[in-house]
Antibody, heavy 120, light 110 residues
Framework: QVQLQESGPGLVKPSGTLSLTCAVSGDSISSNNWWGWVRQPPGTGLEWIGEIYHSGTTNYNPSLKSRVTISLDTSKNQFSLKLDSVTAADTAVYYC?????????????WGQGAVVTVSS | QSVLTQPPSASGTPGQRVSISCSGSSSSIGSKNVNWYQQFPGTAPKLLIYRSNQRPSGVPDRVSGSKSGTSASLAISGLQSEDEAIYYCSSWDDSLNGPIFGGGTKLTVL
């Protein structure tokens, strides 16, 4: 049973860097999969942030591309999200999720979510 | 970037059949599969339908999905109080080169 678990600071100062990690259990991040991040601002819908393939190839939402970095840590079986120059608009619940190839890329596994607030 | 449009709310009584629509474009729904997610307050979304009409294991067969042209629908029959949640449609968008989500439909069981 594949499980994802986000971790990282819940409070980030404006203009700072948001850093989150997603620990993967029940699967290897080196397997033939993509690994992604989705966020949900308070009271609103879902926004795709980006994804990384097991090879290290990345694909980012163009609206965030200049500020986002997603990377793999195979030694710890986890992947990470960094978002630079954050503002209050980046306040959201951040989910790591696995888009599964056998389900046409649908996100079939989600973490429980990490609440991140951008405030001084 | 394309947009997926959903009604903000839907409702039904126990036992009824409810349908939620999702309208897109030729570069999204018109040429790509649609996925549906169910989300309860304070929890992560759960995949309900993938590839427009496929159910993951564990999703009851009273839940179904369909697609026609640039629109898709999620139908729930035999409505139960536990179905009260927010439902999101999603499709791949070629201009974004990534998935887009609808704004969500809050389903109320009266």
């Amino acid at each position: 049973q594949v499980q994802l678990q986000e971790s990282g600071p819940g409070l980030v100062k404006p203009s700072g860097t948001l850093s989150l990690t997603c620990a993967v259990s029940g699967d290897s991040i080196s397997s033939n999969n993509w690994w992604g991040w989705v966020r949900q601002p308070p009271g609103t819908g879902l926004e795709w942030i980006g994804e990384i393939y097991h090879s290290g190839t990345t694909n980012y939402n163009p609206s965030l591309k200049s500020r986002v970095t997603i990377s793999l840590d195979t030694s710890k079986n986890q992947f990470s999200l960094k978002l630079d120059s954050v503002t209050a608009a980046d306040t959201a619940v951040y989910y790591c999720a696995r888009p599964t190839v056998t389900k046409g890329g649908a996100f079939d596994i989600w973490g429980q979510g990490a609440v991140v607030t951008v405030s001084s | 970037q394309s947009v997926l449009t959903q009604p903000p709310s839907a409702s039904g009584t126990p036992g009824q059949r409810v349908s939620i629509s999702c309208s897109g474009s030729s570069s999204s729904i018109g040429s790509k599969n649609v996925n549906w997610y169910q989300q309860f307050p304070g929890t992560a979304p759960k995949l309900l339908i993938y590839r427009s009409n496929q159910r993951p294991s564990g999703v009851p067969d009273r839940v179904s999905g369909s697609k026609s042209g640039t629109s898709a629908s999620l139908a729930i029959s035999g409505l139960q109080s536990e179905d009260e949640a927010i439902y999101y449609c999603s499709s791949w968008d070629d201009s974004l080169n990534g998935p887009i989500f609808g704004g969500g439909t809050k389903l109320t069981v009266l």
